[in-house]
């Protein structure tokens, strides 16, 4: 079963276990997606696992329900050939790597500062973030991309994640000329020598990826590494606006702006709700039945604001005790295995910008306001001035 949400093979409409709380709340609806607080709320309020009545899926949305490192396996246990997969991955992104793109982060992360300083105002999504990103993130993984259309097929996926409805629809329509060619960049004489692209498929030659799953390995790490990233970073700029504290810190710290990042991701997690599927026998979760092979909403922003977890979890906190352990990234067997290149990224730009910049304004007269995305919680604009 994919990640997307099948409305078309619901089965019965409510959960065997009669325990099971039922939310009769649509979180992929136009106003759930432009304000998903009350909905989270909601969620977390009804039980450590509900059942959403009109996807016929249960959700979690509190912080680690106390049973679900333990009786869920599909969380925490990969099965043999996927964790060798990933032990193949891990090998790719090594140490050596990631400090060769770290370095080539720090510099571009100068270029496009200095570019920003000089204009004065700017817009923080599509004149420093999205740029930056599209420029280093290509490079990392090894592979050539149209900068061009690399964004609108993450509105894409992001979209397929949720149901196949309106939002997804339209944005398969904007991108569906392009399919080919998007495609094809995945292949193997796309890949830049000695990349972390070229490098699986020489693992798949060499046998520690399965034949022909290079390709989906490329193409899950490339996407999975824009958007998400984006929005992070945005949401840090934002929120440093806001926190004249959190900023003067920052500018008196700036070896230590990795923090803001991961504050922001806890704040306004970018991937709000993945899913998941139950075990064939079904399983145990907060203290009820699931059944088997019945999806599963993990919604992550929820429980990234979960109080059970996280004091006052609506105030952006640089000081927050215990602050990488957000759940943005996932967890245990499934998280993320790129986050040290988003977290790198990130580091890079907010650290020049802070070093820079003695002030950071937010021009706009309203809070930003976000894409309608299925899964994907981000800014359509950020209207910023700098001060050198």
Known sequence: MS????????????????????????????????????????????????WL???????????????????????????????????GMLK?????????????????????????IAKGTFDGVHELVEPYIIDVFPD??????????????????????????????????????YLPEF????????????????????????????????????????????????AGITAALYQLTQNHEAWDWMRANPEKSMLAFDEALRHVSPFRVSHRVTIEKGCELGGVQLEGDKKVGIFMGAANRDPRKWRDPQKFDLQRADLSSHLA?????????????AKYEAEALLKALVRRASR???????????KRINTLRTMKALPLRVSA
């Open 3 to 50: 990640n997307a949400v099948d409305t078309a093979h619901r089965g019965h409409l409510l959960p065997s276990d009669p325990r099971v709380p039922i939310l009769d709340i649509d979180p992929y609806c136009d106003e759930v997606i432009d304000n998903p607080y009350p909905f989270d709320q909601a969620l977390r309020d009804a039980g450590p696992v509900v």
């Open 53 to 87: 009545k009109r996807y016929a899926m249960y959700a979690v949305g509190r912080f680690k329900p106390e049973s679900l490192r333990d009786k869920n396996p599909l969380m925490e246990v990969e099965p043999d050939v996927h964790a060798r997969a990933r032990s």
């Open 92 to 116: 790719i992104m090594s140490p050596t790597a990631m400090r060769e793109a770290r370095s080539r982060f720090d510099r571009k992360a100068e270029e496009y500062v200095e570019q920003v």
């Open 140 to 177: 990392t993984v090894g592979i050539k991309v149209n900068p061009e259309t690399v964004l609108l097929f993450g509105d894409l996926n992001f979209n397929a994640n949720g149901p196949f409805n309106d939002l997804y629809r339209a944005a398969f329509a904007r991108v569906e000329k």
């Open 183 to 230: 495609e094809e960049s995945f292949k193997r004489h796309n890949m830049i020598p000695g990349g972390m692209g070229a490098q699986m498929y020489e693992a798949e030659d060499a046998g520690i990826f399965a034949k022909g799953t290079a390709i989906g390995f490329v193409r899950v790490l490339f996407r999975g590494g824009f958007d998400t990233t984006i």
């Open 329 to 341: 990234f996932g967890a245990g067997a499934h998280k993320c295995i790129g986050l040290l290149v």
């Open 360 to 370: 950071l304004e937010f021009l706009g007269a309203e809070p930003p306001s976000y």
